[in-house]
């Protein structure tokens, strides 16, 4: 009677042992896989800088990389024996234009990259009565923005460069230089990717131009910019650049202007697209004499094409 038990107990014990056994060859397998992985994965960073460092000595020399982006809005409206208004008969038509543009330069141990940023706008207004007689005709021009950079390296290493680089800034149908920002200094340009320029100039001297007996003085500090433009995904294109000038003679000289730009390709080179532009500027708050130094913003929102 008891030889079914017995037997039934030495299955079991047979079984367990049979899968613990099973158990401990598969967690020895797989450490075995993680180790050769690691192996693979080692030569595969291997093999991909070697294609990277390929990638670089294929690169012809010298040669010029150019490109145009820009972004246009446009609205139009209309009213007609619009009875509400003083005036039921009235049009108008805005126009926002913006651009940027750059040429670059390379040779195996320099670099010259020029950049520009154009924002103009536009809007007329025109009312007339119920008998077609214009009562009223305004045209006016939006705040605009004109920026241009010249940099210009020597290479010390793939990643460093000794530079010096100048930057204009201003507008350009109203108050043109006046104020007028004109950067001129050297140092160090950090290039950690091939779509991000990190330059730091502790030597900089920024001009300022304006009108004779105005608030405005230039002064010597810090400059330092930073430049980042990237396919963020297929037919998605971010730009973002930040200019700021650090006076070392009193904070009040100090300012910055950071301009960031998206577009979306919907179709070949169309698209839409929205650039913000930030600014901050003491010197120009005092001169309009307005008690705060407020965030100075402006935005462009339309179609967008590149070249």
């Avoid at 294609?51 to 010029?64: C, E, K, N, T, Y």
């Avoid at 008998?131 to 305004?138: K, M, P, Q, S």
């Avoid at 204009?168 to 990717?193: A, H, K, Q, V």
Wanted: with cysteine; hydrophobic share 40%; net charge negative.
């Amino acid at each position: 009677m008891y030889r079914p038990f017995l037997t039934l107990t030495l299955l079991c014990v047979l079984t367990f042992s049979a899968a613990a056994q099973t158990e401990q060859e598969l967690k020895d397998l797989k450490a075995q896989k993680q180790t050769e992985l690691g192996a693979l994965e080692s030569q595969v960073a291997a093999l991909k800088g070697e294609i990277a460092s390929i990638d670089q000595q294929l690169l012809v020399f010298p040669r010029w990389e150019t490109g145009v982006f820009g972004i246009v809005g446009a609205n139009l409206n209309g009213f007609n024996d619009w009875l509400s208004r003083d005036q039921p008969n009235s049009s108008s038509i805005g126009l926002s234009f913006s651009a940027n543009a750059f040429a670059n330069y390379f040779t195996p141990k320099t670099f010259w990259r020029n950049g520009g940023n154009l924002n103009v706008g536009f809007a007329k207004l025109k009312e007339k009565d119920r008998d077609g007689n214009i009562v009223a005709e305004t045209e006016l021009r939006s705040p605009d923005v004109v920026n241009v950079s010249s940099l210009f390296g020597f290479k010390l290493s793939e990643k460093m460069a000794i530079s010096t680089l100048g930057e204009y800034r201003s507008t350009f149908l109203e108050n043109f230089n006046n104020p007028g920002y004109l950067d001129l200094g050297m140092g160090m340009t950090w290039t950690p990717i091939s779509n991000l320029i990190v330059v730091a100039h502790p030597l900089n001297y920024n001009f300022v131009f304006a009108e004779e007996g105005s608030t405005f003085q230039s002064s010597l500090g810090a400059k330092i910019l930073v430049d980042y433009t990237k396919e963020v995904f297929t037919g998605v294109n971010w730009k973002s650049n930040l200019s700021y000038f650090l006076s070392y003679e009193d904070s009040d000289y100090s300012n910055w202007t950071w301009v960031n730009g998206i577009a979306f390709q919907a179709f070949k080179k169309v698209g839409v697209g929205l650039e913000l532009g930030l600014r901050s500027n003491k010197q120009e708050a005092i001169a309009k004499e307005v008690s705060d130094n407020p965030l100075q913003t402006y935005y462009v929102v339309g179609l967008t094409y590149s070249l």
